[in-house]
């Protein structure tokens, strides 16, 4: 009896839960997912940051989890910079009072071309203001880590306008996709912040004769000088073993 009597308060506080949280149409998650989609595809960071709360938690995969506003902005305006596409299937989503939860899938495009397959799960919160936002947010890969069987290359160079170079690397056909397209579908950029026409790439490789083939064609060396590369100061540095 005494087991009893010390088990009822917690039954009744479930219970008293469980009746007072009221199920919710799951299509304004899904349409809200939808808009998200739309704005990564628009290339808008800001957009993409105003749905979230502003204590959002990010947890991307193979890095720290971040929270807040400018842990969004640098996930999702990387992906921006990148030039990439995405395309968002929903396979679940419920809504309970003021909570969400949308469960799915996503296929990530750099042009024509799939990059990469996964799946994600969101939870929203729905603000005084009645508009649904992402609280949490975790996503990653179905394929291995995309680098696990590639090359590592340090490129170090000069350039004449690390802004003008920088601008190669953003947008709509940018470096990105060429250098996607010839083997190398990860770089990395990176400016001396004391001596800005020092620059670098850091480059994950999967086809290296691809990629050569393409830095040493009328193309790629077009391309180096429209963004300013002084192609005498080039470096390779090759990953150690």
């Given at each position: 009896?005494?087991?009893?009597?010390?088990?009822?308060?917690?039954?009744?506080?479930?219970?008293?839960?469980?009746?007072?949280?009221?199920?919710g149409d799951?299509s304004?998650?899904?349409?809200?997912?939808?808009?998200?989609?739309?704005?990564m595809?628009?290339?808008?960071?800001d957009?993409l940051?105003?749905m979230?709360t502003?204590?959002?938690?990010?947890?991307?995969?193979?890095?720290?989890?971040?929270?807040?506003?400018?842990?969004?902005?640098?996930?999702?305006g990387?992906?921006?910079?990148?030039?990439?596409?995405?395309?968002l299937?929903?396979?679940?989503?419920?809504?309970v009072?003021d909570?969400g939860?949308?469960?799915?899938?996503?296929?990530?495009?750099?042009?024509?071309t799939?990059?990469?397959?996964?799946?994600?799960?969101?939870?929203?919160e729905?603000?005084a203001?009645?508009?649904?936002?992402i609280?949490?947010?975790?996503?990653?890969?179905?394929?291995?880590?995309?680098?696990?069987?590639?090359?590592h290359?340090?490129?170090?160079h000069?350039v004449?306008?690390?802004?003008?170079w920088?601008?190669a690397?953003?947008?709509?056909?940018s470096?990105?996709?060429?250098?996607?397209a010839?083997?190398?579908?990860?770089?990395?950029?990176?400016?001396n912040?004391?001596?800005?026409?020092?620059t670098?790439?850091?480059?994950?490789?999967?086809?290296?004769?691809?990629?050569?083939?393409?830095?040493?064609?009328?193309?790629?060396?077009?391309?180096?000088?429209?963004?300013g590369?002084?192609?005498?100061?080039?470096?390779v540095?090759?990953e150690?073993n």
């Amino acid at each position: 009896m005494k087991r009893l009597i010390a088990v009822l308060p917690v039954f009744l506080i479930l219970v008293g839960c469980d009746q007072g949280a009221t199920p919710g149409d799951p299509s304004e998650i899904t349409a809200r997912s939808a808009e998200w989609g739309a704005a990564m595809n628009a290339k808008d960071v800001d957009g993409l940051v105003a749905m979230y709360t502003d204590d959002a938690r990010v947890m991307p995969p193979n890095a720290a989890m971040t929270v807040g506003s400018d842990g969004v902005r640098a996930a999702f305006g990387a992906m921006v910079d990148a030039g990439v596409s995405v395309k968002l299937t929903s396979m679940e989503a419920r809504v309970v009072g003021d909570i969400g939860h949308n469960i799915g899938t996503f296929a990530v495009s750099v042009g024509d071309t799939v990059v990469d397959v996964g799946k994600f799960i969101e939870t929203w919160e729905r603000g005084a203001d009645g508009t649904w936002r992402i609280a949490n947010d975790i996503y990653n890969s179905d394929n291995p880590p995309a680098d696990s069987d590639n090359e590592h290359l340090v490129i170090l160079h000069d350039v004449d306008d690390a802004n003008n170079w920088l601008a190669a690397w953003r947008g709509d056909d940018s470096r990105h996709q060429l250098f996607a397209a010839n083997g190398a579908a990860h770089v990395h950029t990176f400016v001396n912040p004391q001596n800005r026409h020092q620059t670098a790439l850091v480059v994950s490789v999967s086809d290296m004769a691809a990629l050569q083939a393409m830095l040493e064609s009328e193309d790629g060396i077009a391309a180096a000088e429209a963004d300013g590369v002084r192609r005498d100061t080039l470096r390779v540095l090759t990953e150690a073993n």
